[in-house]
């Protein structure tokens, strides 16, 4: 089983595949008329753990000179330094303006290697092979690339489109529990702001075992999540209006990913934290939200975050700082009604310390066992 989309861009259309074990032959339909025989790999540590075999013999079939560079796990990759190591990578080994560069692995690595892309001789070409949940349906689709700045996240960036995305569900096997609910996060958004049957095709996440997860249903899922995201970017490539509304949660979620340091945290745990938030503030602006279609998926996330380590003054502070944030008031995606997102401004305290509540109750009934000790 083997999906294809196309997306449109500024830059041209370019393919999305979603199917297991579908690499090489995506790549070899890709860089069919490609002339050069290079090809740059700069791939995530983890994936090279568990996959590395795999991917030079897939390489090696499709180039004669292969260049593959290792990018440490963690958000601290995203970062000038690593940038930098990747683009000395490049030109000493001989980059050209058509050396296709392929990416391989999570956010993070696809950041870090879409900006590398971006900025190499003025644009090399891109392909996106994403390795977790989050990467395939959510942020190798859309085109922003970027590092962290040392005041903040994504703050150095371009927007960049790949030449193609190959979601291959083969890589997942060797994906941590933990990152495929981080990932489920984003999916169950689109279930919220776009698509209520998602949120029982997400059902099989609730499965024990997320090898038992069947790929008959994940990948349909995948590609439909990717089909989402795209018909919103095609629609608003630069983020001048709809593009916000895949943001439903966020606002909550990086106040709080910025109160623990980015660390105690991860960003999926506080993206459905944001969501149980940003449910309770549409329902009390008078959003006509009958029952929580959140609610089944409660179960699946544990925090290592105490409430009372939290307050709602640094919470509403980080949300003031947030850079996506344009004028001196709090702007939230609501819901009017389940899958009708809309932009509010909101400056009624009181409503948005209700909606933490809603947070700090949450920490407080799904704390991690550990913790309690
Ligand atoms: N560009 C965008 O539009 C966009 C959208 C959302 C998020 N992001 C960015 O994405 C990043 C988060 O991405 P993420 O959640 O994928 O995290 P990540 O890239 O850090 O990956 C999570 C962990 O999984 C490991 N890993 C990845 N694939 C694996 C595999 N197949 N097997 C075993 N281990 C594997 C990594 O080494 C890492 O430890 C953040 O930096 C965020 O800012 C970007």
């Not at 199917?19 to 339909?29: A, D, M, T």
């Not at 993206?271 to 029952?291: E, I, Q, R, T, Y």
Request: charged letters at 25%; hydrophobic letters at 40%.
């Amino acid at each position: 089983m083997k999906h294809k989309l196309s997306i449109r861009s500024s830059a041209g259309t370019y393919p999305a595949f979603a199917g297991e074990h579908i690499l090489k032959e995506s790549l070899n339909e890709i860089l069919e008329d490609h002339v050069t025989d290079k090809l740059f790999i700069l791939a995530d540590e983890n994936v090279l753990r568990h996959h590395q075999e795999h991917i030079k013999h897939i390489a090696s079939s499709i180039a004669g000179d292969i260049h593959l560079i290792s990018i440490p796990r963690g958000e601290s990759s995203k970062s000038v330094k690593f940038w930098s190591r990747s683009v000395d990578f490049l030109l000493q080994n001989g980059a050209r303006r058509n050396t296709p560069l392929v990416v391989i692995g999570g956010g993070v690595t696809g950041d870090l290697g879409g900006f590398v892309a971006a900025t190499t001789l003025r644009g090399m070409p891109l392909i996106h092979v994403p390795t977790t949940i989050l990467a395939m349906v959510d942020s190798s689709i859309g085109g922003k690339t970027g590092i962290n700045h040392q005041t903040g996240k994504n703050l150095i960036g371009s927007f960049y489109q790949p030449k193609a995305v190959i979601a291959d569900t083969a890589f997942l096997r060797s994906l941590p529990r933990n990152e495929w609910i981080n990932g489920l996060s984003e999916i169950l958004k689109y279930g919220a702001i776009h698509d209520s049957e998602i949120f029982s095709e997400a059902k099989i996440f609730l499965n024990e075992r997320t090898d038992e997860i069947p790929r008959e249903k994940l990948i349909p899922l995948i590609a439909k999540c990717i089909g989402i995201k795209a018909d919103i970017v095609e629609k608003d490539e630069f983020e001048a209006g709809i593009r916000a509304f895949l943001n439903f949660g966020h606002t909550f979620a990086h106040a709080l990913e910025k109160a623990c340091n980015f660390d105690t945290i991860s960003h999926g745990e506080a993206v459905f934290l944001g969501m149980l938030a940003a449910h309770k503030l549409s329902a009390d602006l008078g959003a006509n939200l009958p029952g929580n279609d959140l609610d089944p998926f409660r179960a699946l996330y544990s925090y290592r975050v105490s409430e009372e380590s939290l307050s709602y003054n640094d919470l509403n502070k980080f949300m003031l700082s947030d850079k996506k944030r344009t004028g001196k008031h709090f702007t939230f995606v609501v819901l009017e009604k389940w899958q009708q997102p809309a932009l509010k401004t909101v400056n009624d305290q009181q409503l948005i310390n209700s909606a933490w509540n809603v947070v700090f109750e949450e920490l407080k009934n799904c704390r991690q066992t550990d913790i309690n000790a």
